[in-house]
């Protein structure tokens, strides 16, 4: 493949609940430490969920903030460490050639929920409902609050793609690099569904929400006493970029997307259908010529529902099966789910083991479910590998939409 | 109401609506967008929140009579007194 054709990454901006760069969160995944916490929502009092503690004055005015959205907030804080961490200086790019695509799960509930709130204070009198209603709730707010703070004016928008989304956003940005549309994409995802107590309820009621008296152990993918769901809130953005413009600027490569697949399983709104997934899998490793045991890492979507865990390992068998060399972890169990930033954070958070060979572990496993039994699942402390050259991400969503990327160690 | 709290309420307003800006040098016989960063969006919301705070209801051909700090207090004292006599 030509390099106008190849891919790779060249920044990463990120929020998650254990972290507000690559360096602290991958720090924290290495260390094993949770970003799980009690958190009061509307309504239902004390919930769990990962939260965000990202300065969000960094790079947005309070009248941004109070006008804007959280998912905008978000989305403007990850996409403009993305760009100083590929080393770009906006002022000095085409704006009319950069494309914003972010993944979101779900966008508007928080901002209807807050006026209907609003409104229920006035006697439901809808004079009183805000007229930032509408442009903090088009599916496209959080891309476009981008394009006002960084001044891009080449294509934004968003992909609603339910948990797939974060590497959707990232797949989007690929084809648009291949196709010439655009030179330079902040593409990835975003999540603010902690602030609607919608989900929360929602998840309750489907018998897949989360709960443990130590909110740090709440998130237990894989394991025999895992009981839901960590509603989460974070982003991860990747600047994007062709391989020929990245090395004309000698920027740093953290690595190269050589696969990618998306596919849907005709199936359930909510349940997931291994074979679809498997060939998903299957597709982007096809795209990518490489063989299952090609794969060093594989980083598991699994949300600790208990449904939902024993699908994707049925998946994984069909595909991994009798693998030994292929190194599985779970980033969920340190910061629940992040919902469309999820693809895009839990990949980041693997990027680094092109560099230092480490797995990081999947916590909170304490007892693996035999329906979940898979080979080589990385649990308690980070393993080290003797090269780590291919990470496999995973992440699908209701409605039975699968993203698979596959990340390369960046060489020449 | 007096003529300071007709003021003071609407600086109240506006600190809320723009919080980066210094509202201790208002001129109230300049215009307020001259000043402050205010757009049409901002406008709506002096609006909604005179509706709000005042139950105070402002006709859309009555918006120009908010333009300055001297034209709001001009507009808004006589309709907060008669508020307060009604209650």
């Known amino acids: 493949m030509s390099s106008e054709q190849r891919i790779v990454i060249t920044g990463v901006g990120l929020t998650a609940p254990n972290g507000n760069d690559l360096n602290e969160f991958r720090k924290n995944l290495l260390a094993g430490k949770s970003g799980v916490q009690k958190f009061e929502t509307r309504y239902m009092g004390e919930v769990l969920a990962g939260v965000c503690d990202f300065d969000a004055l960094k790079y947005q005015k309070k009248k941004e903030l109070r006008r804007g959205t959280r998912a905008g907030s978000i989305a403007i804080y990850c996409c403009r460490e993305a760009a100083i961490d590929a080393g770009i200086n906006m002022e000095s790019v085409d704006r009319s050639r950069v494309g914003v695509y972010l993944g979101v799960t779900e966008h508007g509930n928080v901002e209807t929920e807050n006026e209907v709130y609003n409104i229920s204070k006035y006697d439901y009198d809808t004079k009183f409902w805000s007229h930032h209603h509408n442009p903090r709730t088009v599916a496209n707010n959080p891309a476009g609050e981008v394009t006002l703070n960084m001044k891009i004016t080449g294509p934004h928008y968003t992909i609603g793609a339910a948990c797939a989304a974060g590497n959707m956003g990232v797949i989007q940005g690929l084809q648009m690099l291949r196709l010439g549309e655009v030179d330079l994409a902040l593409a990835g995802g975003v999540s603010e569904s902690i602030h609607t107590f919608g989900i929360f309820a929602s998840f309750n009621s489907e018998g897949a929400l989360a709960s443990h008296e130590d909110p740090t152990k709440a998130s237990r993918p894989f394991d025999k006493n895992r009981n839901g769901i960590v509603c989460s809130e974070g982003g991860g953005v990747y600047t994007l970029e062709r391989l020929s413009d990245a090395q004309k600027r000698s920027a740093k490569i953290h690595g190269e997307i050589v696969g990618y697949a998306t596919n849907s399983d005709a199936f359930d709104f909510i349940l997931p259908e291994p074979e679809r997934q498997a060939e998903c899998m299957r597709l982007a490793l096809e795209r990518a010529g490489l063989k299952p045991s090609d794969i060093n890492i594989l980083n598991a979507h699994a949300t600790a529902t208990q449904l939902g865990d024993i699908q994707e390992c049925k998946a994984l068998r069909k595909v991994f099966g009798g693998e030994k060399a292929v190194w599985i972890n779970n980033t969920k169990s340190f910061i629940g789910h992040t919902m469309g930033a999820a693809g895009t954070l839990e990949l980041s958070g693997n990027l680094p083991a092109f560099e230092d060979r480490l797995v990081h572990p999947t916590i909170n496993l304490d007892e693996l479910d035999p329906e979940c039994s898979l080979e080589n699942i990385v649990t308690g402390e980070p393993r080290r590998l003797d090269r780590v050259d291919y990470i496999m991400n995973n992440s699908f969503g209701m409605f039975g939409i699968n993203s698979v990327l596959i990340v390369k160690r960046f060489q020449n | ?87």
């Not at chain 2, 757009?39 to 709506?44: A, E, I, N, T, Y």
């Not at chain 2, 009555?62 to 508020?83: G, K």
């Open chain 2, 1 to 87: 109401m007096t003529k300071d709290e007709v003021r003071q309420a609407i600086l109240d307003i506006l600190a809320d609506i723009a919080p980066d800006e210094d509202m201790n040098s208002i001129n109230d016989e300049a215009t307020l967008r001259e000043q402050i960063d205010l757009d049409s969006m901002d406008f709506l919301d002096i609006v909604m929140e005179l509706r709000k705070r005042f139950n105070i209801e402002v006709p859309e051909k009555d918006y120009e009579q908010l333009v300055s700090m001297a034209s709001c207090i001009q507009y808004l004292q006589p309709i907060l007194n008669d508020r307060q006599l009604a209650s």
